[in-house]
């Protein structure tokens, strides 16, 4: 029998896309009000793995990771997405864009191991966790890189993805070493 342990803390990241600059912006500045300022942004790139998103966001989408400055549980994701699926609604409402959809921001974290990934759809390969979330294991490490399983979303296996998660993943590390004073 092995003994029971609290996991380590994670990284919180939020992956981030739209047509719209603005929307972008909105996101940022709602992360940083409630979290503190992004610590780490990958590079933007145009997201063009996919058309799925082109029906509900439009056309020629732009996307973008961020890492948050504190760890997190990796039980907190499920709090986390509904949080951001209200933010996408509550800027759907305010701003006056055509598409259904005009941003998306998804939730996850970042381990010394693996990127996880909040959903709301069920599918073979997803764990469900509670209140109608569920988390997906969608990179892990493996001897030093980072490598995708069948179900990695294409934009997932981009070198910019992969850049922004291990200099997460560096900090990561040197949180454990270096943890805050306790409060």
Request: charged share 25%; glycine share 4%.
């Amino acid at each position: 029998m092995g003994d029971i342990g609290q996991p380590q803390p994670v990284v919180p990241i939020y992956a981030v896309f739209s047509r719209y600059p603005e929307a972008i912006a909105w996101a940022k500045q709602r992360l940083e009000d409630t979290y503190g300022t992004i610590t780490i942004e990958s590079k933007p790139f145009i997201f063009v793995e996919t058309s799925y998103y082109e029906h509900s966001m439009g056309s020629n989408l732009q996307k973008l990771l961020w890492a948050l400055p504190k760890t997190m549980r990796s039980e907190e994701l499920v709090e986390r997405k509904h949080q951001s699926n209200a933010w996408e609604e509550e800027y759907r409402e305010q701003a006056d864009h055509q598409e259904a959809r005009p941003l998306n921001l998804d939730p996850g974290y970042v381990t010394l191991g693996k990127l996880v990934l909040a959903s709301t759809k069920d599918h073979a390969h997803r764990i469900y966790m509670r209140e109608g979330i569920y988390a997906e294991v969608t990179l892990h490490l493996r001897q030093g890189v980072w490598t995708s399983w069948p179900w990695t979303y294409p934009d997932y296996q981009r070198k910019e993805v992969h850049d922004f998660l291990t200099e997460s993943r560096q900090w990561l590390r040197k949180s454990y070493r270096n943890p805050p004073p306790a409060e």
